[in-house]
């Protein structure tokens, strides 16, 4: 719930002046994530301007199979919400998106701070399921030696547009604090290849990825009435014995967590078994009351109902055009909220420099940030305010520090700490200690913003939430990632990010038609990597906002409203009675705005066909001699005798997008990926986690090695 004060998390941009501009043409997945950016930033309070095409590609874009669009659609409603509609842009704006190289042609686009969103792949005819085809991501959904499945609903324009949003924050940073104009650009590619960081760099180091299906280490099982995602732990084993009873899971096969997980098919199959005579809620409250991060598959017409989205105002009604008359539909709103704020700022502190020569022109130059962020939610969220020229400090201690940094079998730090870890300093201070908080909140006095992705009710047994960090400094900004939001029925209940898709309902659109559905596991953590997108850019409207008024504040990003966000025009649908979400026949890799979209087999792999509208389809009838009818039979008879690289072609000159549905280590050769920004170097040669955009006049770069447990400690304590 929002604080009682009157600094609220929808006006944190009031007064900001956002131009959106996709001129007609441009791909659907492009104006998506341009108006999913720029509804984004319209909810943080900022006057969003959609310049709209004549003819509107979202209002003929239909969510469920058998919505009747027209003049508007549920995607259009939910996208443009509270945007003003204009014809050409203006000259007042502080920002602007764009959605095509053309539009900087315009005097004013090339005038002011824009973010540039196109797809990667401009020469070539590309869908959203080409694009998470080409990066891998399909290759980690299904059973091992199935069909590849894509994510489902709109998650490559969604997750590009959580791209643009960050970038969109930067470039305002920039402009606010630096009084310079910057450009930055986002492509599909770059933005999808950092999403899924871990199987491409997987595939690089010579370890790949891939499905695990029924044998998953985070399993979906079928229960009485609908699935479940059973994600366990290895302290939660002896409480899973005593539930289930089955004197199987006592057998020396189950004996160690990397024995269950060498077993992990013969220990689902037992799970299975016991999951099938109970309901989602008893399933649910066991792994609640057990701290195992599990979660029913939750529809988009479950979330209307969530008793936690219903508390924190998360949900809310909306006015949408159905056939010239207007009726109510439920949206999903901010995934954030402002649970405190300093009264009045405080008196100035004397600082010492932390800025970096390096980073002197870039956005946040001269900030501090303080890391106390873990995994990837919290720590890539301080991570992109460090590329955006902050000084981050990570502090841990011997009795606590980023489980990232352990990898069983790799002496020293593991490549899941130092993918994401680049560009910061570390410090060991031992926050269990007096002697640790004191110097800590010295620290703290003299930072911007602390981050940390803590369960709930860590800060306050350390003695170091809120209320202490602005005693210590009014203006401090504290972001906090959390799983589910800061108060609120079953928000303290921990999760991962890969049960965060059942429960927040990606999952439920993520499985095949007549089978099951599927969450991405340790391998992707889909929630994971869109919330540090979505959190770096809410920590920079929260500290422009504290730089205009002088106010720290606290803000907490909930990870399953993030995601939820995600799949907000199929709960706008399911509240109009459309099914989105309902049935238990799940939507595979079809589109319904599609013609015909599949993976099929060829000879060497799978590849990815979209066809787009009816001229396509007759010309791909006409070529394999085939009725309209019998396209999808005959198109794969016809590409499983044929290798892949020749049928992509073939394809291709019928205007047919097309291609390979790559496994981490293909699209880590990808050229395209190559020649991006999603992966780096550092100046030892060690590859890294690149950027998810990259800006025009001052580029991001790695200028730090990540940093060893406490290497910079003294350093960074002589300053205090």
Known sequence: MENSNELRAGELLSGRRIVEWVPEGCPDLIHIAVSFAGRLLCDLGASVVRIVPDEDPLVRLRTTPDEQVGSSSVLDTFLN???????????GADLMLLGSVACLEDDVAREVSSVLAE??????PVSELGVQGLVGLTDLFGEPDGQPLAMGGHQTAYATGYAIFCAAMAALAKLSIQGEPDRARVTAVDALAWINWKGIAAGALGFPVARGGRG??????????GYFAFL?????????????????????R???????????LALNEILAGWAA??????????????????????SSGDLLKEPLYLHRSYLEEISHSVDGDEVSVTVPGLPMTIEDSAGESGSAVERSEWGNPETAALPLAGMLVLDLGIFTAGSVTSTLLADLGARVIKVESESYSDPFRIWPGIKGDSPLFTFNNRNKLAVNIDLKTDEGRETFL???????VVVENFRRGVLERLGIDYPVLKEANPNIVLASISGQGASGPGSGHVSFGSTLEAIGGVAALTGHPRGSCYISGRNLNYPDQIVCLYGAGAAIAAILNAKDTGRGMHIDVSQREVTSLAVGERIAAASLGGGAGESVDFPGNGDPNMVLQDIYPVEDGWIWVSVADEEDIVALGEHLGCEVTRVDDELRNWLAVRDGNTAVAALRDLGVAAGFANSGGM???????????????????VMVKGFPFQFEKTPLQIYEESPRMGEHTEEILSRL
């Open 81 to 91: 919400r509270g945007k003003l509609s204009g014809s050409v842009p203006d000259a």
């Open 119 to 124: 797809t990667g792949l401009d020469e070539l």
């Open 216 to 225: 998953a280490e985070a399993p979906v099982l079928k229960s009485a009435d």
């Open 232 to 252: 366990h732990l290895p302290n939660n084993w002896e409480d899973i014995c005593a539930e289930v009873g089955d004197p199987r899971l006592q057998e020396e």
């Open 254 to 264: 189950f004996s160690g967590a990397g024995k269950r997980a060498k077993n992990a």
């Open 277 to 298: 005579g109970k309901e989602n809620s008893y399933l649910y409250e066991f792994c609640q009351r057990c701290a195992i991060p599990g979660g029913p598959v939750m």
């Open 442 to 448: 010295k620290l703290v006095a003299q930072a911007d």
């Open 667 to 685: 699209a880590a050769e990808e050229p395209v990926i190559k020649a991006g920004i999603a992966f780096a170097e550092t100046a030892a040669g």
